[in-house]
């Protein structure tokens, strides 16, 4: 079964203005949705990845080199896509730029045999993948707008309200706070109130690296016993070796490790305990399963880390944690943010008690919505968008803003 033809859709869906340690969230978020065309009997299979502009670029630079070869010969692809990339290409860009194309690649694989992705992967060792509760601080609406329906959330009572309407609607059983937005004590404020409203819930905070080791060791100290982990208080291997030592909860990370080659140093130094995977960075669900192997062999816990997406990944996020044993922590997703505008035919993506359950169907198990598609194509190209800025949004309304990090 052959590649005949690369489609490359880049498509523009609605976005709350979800603040964070760069910024804003714009009110469309770029996206790239996949139609990997066969040779025989018309199969498609169905990728997603970023839809910026030189995301896009790379697509269409290795589209040609991927025609003709076996939709099995994910390493004979892999390297074509090298190859065709050439120089001066970032690691983490272009193990990306493969990632969607072997998404697609396992979902026509998945469709020849008759069975889901899960199967190709190993099998699923769970029926239904536990999500987390994303937590944004957040403005009404876009300035010029009206309020959306989640509302404001810019302090601990608002973040709660904004926890509280994530599990009414999905039945999250963990929470995730994006921090690095306001002064800590602020945000340290937040995740305890948190702990008293929902007592039962795993807590995170995510600062995105926005705080110096000293801030780090005074948050961890404040909120020793009540995290689950803390995720990237501040950048680089040594920076967060120093603050684990005196840390009461597993330090977590997708910024120091980011590849293969950057776990030994870490590991080494002891400046992380949980990976947060992600195969669209990783290179692929396989590649993402031997990161699983990795860190099992090292003692590292594996978490999954989320971006802006719809309902593609979700479906390719889905089928790789089922299907890795040692994925135990609630996954990372903005799906619930996005998922108005998802791609894919409703029905087969859904909530339980904040897990979806894994599709069953052949392939990834989902069924593109073309109109729906061509709608938000439609929108982007209306939109003239080319790249995610959320600094420059953010100083629309704030024209003094400094992303510089560590801020606190």
């Given amino acids: 079964m052959r ?22 969230h714009e009110p469309l978020a770029l996206r790239c949705v996949l139609q990997l065309h066969t040779e ?18 790379r697509l269409r630079a290795v589209r040609s080199a991927i ?61 239904a993948v536990p999500y987390s509760a994303y937590l944004f601080y957040k403005w009404a609406g876009h300035p010029g707008q009206q309020p959306d329906d989640w509302g404001a959330a810019l302090d601990p009572a608002g973040i709660v309200e904004q ?48 705080w110096t080791v000293p801030t780090s060791a005074s948050v961890a100290a404040a909120l020793d016993g009540v995290l689950e982990y803390l995720e990237d208080p501040v950048a680089g291997v040594a920076e967060m070796a120093e603050v684990a030592r005196g840390a009461g909860m597993p330090l977590a990370t997708n910024m120091c490790v ?19 995977s992600d195969h ?5 669900l396989a590649r993402t399963r031997q990161l699983g192997a990795v860190c099992e062999t090292l003692g590292l816990g594996l978490s999954m880390h989320s971006n802006s997406h719809l309902g593609i990944s979700l479906a390719a996020m889905t089928h790789l944690a089922a299907a890795t044993p040692n994925l135990t922590y609630a996954c990372d997703t903005h799906y619930p943010w996005n998922a108005a505008d998802d791609v894919v035919v409703p029905g087969v993506l859904r909530f339980e008690n904040g ?20 709608r938000l194509h439609r929108q982007y190209a209306d939109s003239g968008r080319q790249v995610r800025d959320d600094t420059g949004y953010l100083r629309t309304v704030q024209p003094d803003f400094d992303p510089r990090l560590p801020r606190w």
């Fill in 355 to 374: 897990s979806v359950p894994v599709p069953t169907g052949p392939g990834l198990g989902v069924t593109l919505d073309h109109d729906v598609l061509d």
């Fill in 163 to 210: 926890a509280r309407q994530l599990i009414d609607r999905y039945g999250f059983a963990s929470i995730k706070l994006k921090g690095g937005v306001f002064p800590p004590d602020e945000e340290i404020a937040a995740i305890h109130a948190l702990r008293e409203a929902f007592p039962g819930h795993p807590l995170r905070i995510d600062p995105n690296t926005a």
């Fill in 3 to 24: 590649i005949r033809d690369l489609e490359i859709t880049p498509i523009a869906f609605a976005d709350p203005p979800l603040l964070n340690s760069w910024g804003v």
């Fill in 258 to 276: 980011v590849s293969f080659d950057t776990i030994a140093p870490a590991v080494s130094a002891g400046a992380v305990q949980v990976v947060l």
């Fill in 67 to 127: 025609r003709g070869l076996s939709v099995y010969a994910t390493s004979r692809i892999e390297r074509a896509v090298q190859e065709a990339l050439g120089e001066g290409i970032r690691p983490i860009d272009r193990r990306s730029t493969f990632s969607a194309i072997e998404v697609a690649c396992l979902d026509v694989q998945g469709k020849l045999a008759g069975q889901p992705v899960s199967e190709l992967l190993g099998g699923a060792v769970r029926d």
């Fill in 40 to 57: 025989e009997e018309g199969l498609v299979g169905l990728g997603e990845c970023p839809g910026d502009r030189p995301a896009l670029d």
């Fill in 280 to 284: 669209h960075y990783w290179g692929g």
